[in-house]
């Protein structure tokens, strides 16, 4: 009896462990159908746009392994009781932002808040459950959350914005944030590494250093064209990344021990994961879009549809769990880019008047291809880590899985503008006021709010050309997302091994105890 009890007390903190990871995973894609209304009441351009989008995600990958470091050190209960407050206080000033740049910099702090919430779950977790099969069912239901809130982000925010203003995606938060505050020290132990490691401080600072500067570039010439400036920004980033590797490789105490990519499974999952974390934000940023703005739905109604995939993602994961067992990770991995790749190639066949049911289905095979891969990942690189470094650990799956879905948002993303800027440039008809004209060829959100202030006549040809100009990018987008999946596919099959690594042998870390 007192067994059963104490395994229901594991299942309960993991519960409570899910709840900063439903939102701090919806909060990456929450804001994709707001994009109308964000464009309408605050103009933003399309780099703003994309920065509103993206810079949540890339602060947290800049942040997730220092993060981790920090939560080993002072106590990963301590820590995302902290996060938990702070996540708070930045989501009520998101939703009150007045201007793109206040919207911008509220996203920026909810990415620092998140980066202490993410690892100390799954390092939570790792110190939780001892036993090894009880461990790897609770990681593949906190893989399942993660992923459910990147997918139902996009639901809460049709339901909300059919009621509410698009400030209501970030209030949402709160009450999540406060049932944590009173329930996570009541039911969660708090663990502290015993070696306590010295947190290095300037590797924190490369990190971010290392991120955001590339990115920054990246997105700058894809919608402003190269320069001097932007090369040198670019430049930088490379830079301190440089010097993030050989510091990490020197350091006795590194915030990552880079060593471990050496590992074929280790290091091939880690990119497995960016990979599908890529596609997988790139599917989900072109399918609102497309669906809000391209067929016409209402938030809600393009919401509720966005569940639809949800019948072929529901059977994913345990079929590719037992597959895995018969012909190997790698191989079902491989697999999963397949058929994601096929459902980016139908994906880029869709038109303005194509049948509801044709989009869904090419987003249902994306979806399914990409939770085949994440049920196994994170069991694997997770079952290598030994406890006394979980945080880091988590902090490197983590990071390469917010890495990679902020990589899909940002060059997906700029690539989709792009196109969408050079199509709109040559077919926006003569007559249109030159600010508008301008609006108009930063976003199809923006062409739409521009065409409600045209003449009749003049509104719909505007119309016609964003929508047209939109479906080409996005036929590009979805192309290039199927050239990186079957190209990845293969190589993982050269690089990623058969089995699952056996977990290291070490002592389970003892709960350091709490004060009363």
Not at 118 to 126: K, Q, V, W
Not at 348 to 370: E, F, K, M, T, V
Request: glycine share 10%; with cysteine; hydrophobic share 55%.
């Amino acid at each position: 009896m007192q067994s059963q009890l104490a395994g229901r007390k594991e299942w309960i903190a993991l519960a409570v462990l899910c709840l900063p990871m439903l939102i701090v995973s919806m909060d990456v894609s929450v804001l994709f159908y707001a994009v109308p209304f964000i464009a309408a009441d605050l103009q933003p351009t399309a780099s703003q746009m994309l920065w509103t989008l993206d810079i949540y995600a890339f602060v947290l990958a800049g942040l997730l392994i220092s993060m981790g470091a920090v939560g080993d050190r002072i106590g990963r209960r301590r820590l995302l009781l902290i996060g938990a407050t702070a996540f708070g206080a930045a989501s009520a000033v998101a939703a009150y932002a007045h201007t793109a740049e206040v919207l911008i910099g509220a996203r920026a702090l909810l990415g620092i808040a998140g980066a202490t919430l993410m690892p100390s779950t799954l390092a939570l977790i790792r110190n939780i459950f001892h036993d090894e099969a009880q461990r790897g069912k609770a990681i593949a239901t906190w893989s399942a959350v993660l992923t459910g809130g990147v997918t139902l982000g996009p639901v809460v925010s049709g339901i909300l914005l059919e009621h509410f203003w698009w400030g209501s995606v970030f209030l949402i938060n709160l009450p999540f944030m406060v049932m944590l505050l009173i329930a996570g020290p009541m039911l969660l132990p708090e663990f502290r590494s015993e070696t306590r490691p010295r947190f290095d401080a300037l590797s924190a600072v490369l990190a971010l250093a290392a991120i955001l500067p590339v990115i920054y570039c990246i997105k700058s010439i894809a919608t402003e064209g190269t320069s001097r400036e932007l090369l040198a920004y670019g430049a930088a980033g490379v830079l301190a990344g440089i010097v993030f590797v050989v510091r990490q490789l020197r350091s006795a105490s590194p915030l990552v021990d880079l060593r471990m990519l050496a590992n074929g499974a280790v290091g091939g999952g880690v990119t497995v994961n960016v990979i599908a974390m890529f596609v997988m934000m790139g599917s989900a940023l072109v399918m609102t879009q497309y669906l809000q703005s391209v067929l016409g739905l209402s938030p809600l109604r393009a919401a509720l549809w966005s569940l639809a995939p949800a019948v072929v993602v529901g059977g994913a994961a345990p079929v590719a769990v037992a597959l895995s067992g018969k012909l190997g990770n790698a191989a079902v991995m491989s697999g999963g880019m397949i058929v994601s790749a096929g459902g980016f190639v139908m994906l880029s066949r869709a038109a303005a008047d194509s049948a509801l049911w044709y989009p869904l289905s090419a987003a249902g095979l994306i979806s399914g291809g990409i939770v085949a891969i994440l049920s196994i990942v994170s069991t694997v690189i997770m079952g290598a880590a030994p406890p006394e470094r979980a945080g880091s650990v988590a902090g490197l799956l983590e990071t390469s899985s917010e890495l990679g879905g902020a990589l899909g948002l940002a060059l997906l993303g700029s690539l989709l503008a792009k196109v969408y800027r050079s199509e709109m440039a040559d077919t926006l008809p003569q007559g249109v006021p030159a600010e508008a004209a301008h609006a108009a060829e930063e976003t199809l959100a923006g062409a739409q709010v521009v065409a409600q202030s045209l003449p009749s006549g003049i509104a719909t040809i505007v119309r016609h050309a964003a929508e047209s100009a939109y479906l080409i990018g996005m036929r590009w987008t979805c192309l290039a997302a199927a050239v990186v999946l079957a190209a990845t596919a293969v190589v993982n099959l050269v690089v990623l091994p058969k089995g699952v690594p056996a977990p290291v042998a070490e002592p389970v870390e003892a709960p350091e105890p709490v004060a009363a």
